[in-house]
């Protein structure tokens, strides 16, 4: 004992006669030795190996706060894994527990030999949002078995979930959503009992919704949407799962009724069902779900009537979607105070779309926090009371009124709506009169179409400077458009105007950075030149300037905008040739549909374009796509959180076939349109067209073309519809067009074509029509037969003593002797119709001196 007490006196004299620099070094070293071990080194090389197994790519992680966590590591400058950046260690062991590399930017395979199964002592695994390049789930997480957090989801994972994870008992969260995951989802995770969290939505799996994934009854959340092949009823083991807070299982493809029982999971908060094929009433039970704060039944086949005082008596509520539905919603049109704010649920997304309502609800004058309002597809008539223009004036950013009886508004014209934060204003396909109504600056989406609103386009528009889509379509709107539209062109994306009464030149719309992908401004009066400011628009998808009064010559100048895939120029007053491109670089690389037709257009058909126009040599219909203009939307819900969602805009155009215009409100990517059709255009058409595989409609009638149907129109085998007709065509139809098994429309009729017409195939299908004003040709479907291929020998003179019946048939000259006259008849005919439609020709090109009529406009 006096030992020990001597030695414990010495070391305190020494230390303390250590300089007062040291004591601190030694006190802090001795501190951090105490309160945090060092990582272990075979755990430190692991997480290194790991890393060095993926790259760092920007592009491999979405979320805008990712940033690569990984890079960080190093034993040269921090030998102590447990500080690296996403690495937790346990505080008394020194082993990590928890890797937290969400969003950390890698890229690249991983399997089961990975350096990360080594952390045997892993509890949280957070992988989400990276790319790990369409790998298997590793069975190896096995490996892991005190894993109890565990987030794969949008990591760029494939094939079907290994049953090992079914081992990792303790797990309460789990996220395997948003990967392409297929197969079936494993009846081992009927292991994981303490499960809460489990997320599979996005993925493919097959077959019948697996009730054995609602075994852990304690399970308060539960994600498994946006699977389709997941068919079925509603299961019934989902009632076991009377903890259950949060239920998302939309955007499958499950049919049947709504089950009554689940109306008996009364700790719901969540409830989503939307986009099945659910029919049938919605269950009286669903009274009992008080603590509902969010319920979405869009997009069922859902009947029958609603008492809307159902959901008034959930206080919590404050997320409403019954659109795209059959219901009949009643509601009451009360103004007790006593049913005001206090008593009733206050929305800030309301969706009522095709409810069958009749009125503004009621209730709605109650509603001052409401963000997204959707009515449209109602029975709403009449004008929009006084009293909604009131209702959450600082709140509202998406207001859709589409698709009623509306007429006007309950009070004088306004000077500007009066919702401050409104971002997209639908009223559309109503009965609106008077003028265009002015949205705030805030407004993202304005879409007018298809009204009786008359006027002129205020400047007041000029001033939305974060407008996005603007739609005036089908309305009675005339006079010039504001030159200030120009200030628009940084934010705009859509600009469609078609079917009005607007005239004059049209303005100056792009600048440098222009943003827009459509412009539609067909069925309008404007004259004049095409701005030069279009080649600016260099993000420019669809041009579409058709039934106007513009005079000018072929743009090619278009041809710099690197992404015009649409271009309608038909029903103008534009002339001279069709020049050839700029440069061989410049051609419009990828246009797919062109219209230039009714137009005076002159001169020969464009070969060299036809030679370098790509786009339309190839076409993959498997993995075509409508086009559209899209722009991401962000609303503030609250002080705190945002809504977000993207916008969709599909192009449409319209297109003559067989002389009757065709609207076509969705276009695929792969479809492919040439019309040139009534011009002046001449020559022969060339071979390359042929190569042009992907062309869907080809027009090339009424103009003053000559020489024979090229053989290589063959190789459209694509083809639908093919006009060749008033032209000054000859020789025969070209056997190889019977390869056009898609071949619907055949015209080529008014031409000098001889020789018999194919027979088979699409041909077969074809009526007399299609072949009128051509004396030449024979074989079915015309009455006229043809003779055979191959011409019967003469008989030989009568002096030679051969009788008569050694011939299968006689010569009678009464009858050849028409035919030649009918020979000299066609020579004739066909000689004065070459000289008649040059004649024409001329006429035209003289009339183009004279003033034009306005042609007819679109109703």
């Given at each position: 004992m006096e030992l020990t007490e001597s030695l414990f006196f010495i070391f305190t004299q020494s230390f303390l006669k250590l300089p007062l620099l040291h004591l601190a070094l030694i006190l802090i070293t001795f501190f951090f030795s105490c309160a945090q071990p060092l990582c272990h080194n075979d755990e430190s090389i692991a997480l290194l190996q790991f890393k060095d197994s993926f790259v760092i790519d920007k592009f491999a992680s979405y979320e805008s706060a990712a940033h690569p966590k990984t890079a960080?590591?190093?034993?040269?400058?921090?030998?102590?894994?447990?500080?690296?950046?996403?690495?937790?260690?346990?505080?008394e062991t020194g082993h990590v527990i928890a890797l937290h590399l969400n969003s950390s930017c890698l890229h690249g395979s991983i399997n089961s030999t990975s350096s990360l199964f080594q952390l045997s002592q892993l509890q949280v695994l957070d992988l989400y949002d990276n790319d790990f390049n369409q790998s298997q789930i590793p069975s190896?997480?096995?490996?892991?078995?005190?894993?109890?957090?565990?987030?794969?989801?949008?990591?760029?994972?494939?094939?079907s979930i290994p049953s090992s994870i079914g081992k990792l008992t303790m797990l309460t969260y789990l996220s395997l959503s948003q990967n392409k995951l297929n197969g079936q989802i494993p009846y081992a995770f009927g292991n994981l009992s303490r499960l809460l969290y489990l997320g599979l939505a996005g993925c493919s799996f097959s077959d019948f919704f697996p009730p054995i994934v609602c075994k852990p009854t304690s399970a308060t959340h539960l994600y498994i949407s946006e699977n389709y092949y997941l068919n079925g009823q509603i299961p019934s083991s989902l009632q076991k799962l009377t903890q259950l807070n949060s239920l998302d299982i939309s955007l499958n493809n499950l049919s049947g009724q709504i089950p009554p029982w689940l109306g008996n999971l009364t700790q719901l908060t969540s409830l989503s069902l939307e986009k099945n094929n659910l029919q049938g009433?919605?269950?009286?039970?669903?009274?009992?779900?008080?603590?509902?704060e969010y319920l979405n039944l869009v997009s069922n086949h859902l009947s029958g009537t609603v008492d809307f005082d159902m959901f008034l008596g959930m206080k919590n509520l404050n997320r409403l979607q019954l659109s795209a539905n059959k219901l009949s919603v009643l509601t009451t049109d009360t103004n007790s105070s006593t049913n005001g704010t206090s008593t009733m649920p206050q929305f800030y997304i309301l969706g009522l779309g095709s409810c069958n309502l009749r009125?503004?609800?009621?209730?709605?004058?109650?509603?001052?926090?409401?963000?997204?309002?959707?009515?449209?597809?109602?029975?709403?008539?009449?004008?929009?009371?006084?009293?909604?223009?009131?209702?959450?004036l600082k709140t509202m950013a998406v207001l859709q009124l589409s698709g009623n009886f509306l007429t006007g508004f309950d009070q004088p014209p306004l000077a500007v709506l009066p919702w401050v934060r409104l971002q997209i204003f639908d009223i559309s396909d109503n009965m609106l009169e008077g003028p265009l109504p002015i949205p705030p600056p805030s407004t993202v989406n304005y879409g007018v179409r298809r009204n009786k609103l008359s006027g002129q386009v205020s400047p007041a528009f000029c001033n939305l400077r974060s407008i996005k889509y603007i739609d005036f379509g089908d309305n009675k709107l005339s006079g010039m458009l504001p030159d200030c539209l120009v200030n628009l062109s940084d934010s705009l994306l859509v600009l469609n105007l078609v079917n009005n009464s607007f005239g004059g030149s049209i303005p100056e719309i792009c600048t440098d950075g222009s943003q827009l992908r459509m412009i539609d401004l067909s069925y309008n009066k404007f004259e004049g030149h095409l701005p030069r400011s279009l080649r600016s628009c260099l993000m420019l998808q669809t041009l579409n300037l058709g039934n106007n009064q513009l005079g000018d010559e072929f743009p090619s100048w278009l041809g710099t905008l690197p992404d015009l895939r649409i271009l309608m120029l038909r029903y103008n007053q534009l002339q001279g040739n069709i020049e050839k491109p700029i440069s061989n670089s410049v051609f419009f690389p990828k246009i797919r549909v062109i219209d230039l037709s009714y137009n005076d257009f002159t001169g020969k058909l464009p070969s060299e374009y036809f030679q370098k126009w790509n786009s339309m040599k190839a076409f993959d219909a498997t993995n075509s796509s409508y086009m559209k203009a899209n722009s991401n939307i962000t609303a503030r819900t609250s002080a705190d959180s945002n809504a977000s969602w993207t916008q969709y805009y599909p192009i449409s155009i319209k297109i003559t076939i067989k002389g009757v215009d065709r609207v076509f409100h969705k276009i695929q990517d792969v479809f492919v349109v040439i019309d040139f059709s009534s011009n002046m255009l001449e020559g022969e058409i060339p071979e390359s067209i042929g190569g042009l595989q992907g062309i869907r409609v080809l027009n090339l009638s009424n103009n003053i073309l000559s020489g024979s149907i090229p053989s290589t129109l063959g190789n459209i085998t694509v083809l639908e519809s093919f006009d060749l007709s008033q032209n000054g065509l000859h020789g025969e139809i070209p056997l190889q067009l019977k390869q056009l098994t898609f071949l619907s429309i055949f015209n080529v009729s008014r031409n000098n074509l001889t020789g018999p017409i194919p027979q088979g195939n699409q041909f077969a299908t074809f009526e007399t029509s299609s072949y009128d004003g051509n004396l030449g040709l024979c074989g079915y479907p015309l009455a006229t037969k043809c003779w055979n291929s191959e011409s019967p020998k003469l008989p030989p003179p009568a002096s030679e003593g051969k009788g008569d019946s050694e011939f299968p048939f006689q010569f009678d000259w009464i009858t050849i002797l028409p035919g030649y006259v009918g020979g000299l008849v066609v020579g004739i005919v066909g000689g004065n119709f070459v000289f008649v439609k040059k004649q024409l020709w001329f006429l035209k090109r003289q009339m183009k001196r004279r003033p034009r009529r306005r042609r007819g406009f679109r109703t």
């Open positions: 960080s590591w190093a034993q040269e400058t921090n030998h102590d894994c447990c500080f690296w950046d996403g690495v937790k260690c346990d505080e190896a997480l096995a490996d892991l078995s005190k894993l109890t957090y565990l987030d794969l989801e949008w990591s760029g994972f494939s094939g009433i919605l269950p009286k039970s669903f009274s009992r779900l008080k603590n509902l009125n503004f609800p009621g209730f709605l004058r109650y509603q001052n926090n409401l963000m997204f309002l959707t009515l449209d597809g109602n029975q709403i008539h009449g004008k929009v009371p006084k009293w909604v223009l009131n209702i959450s």
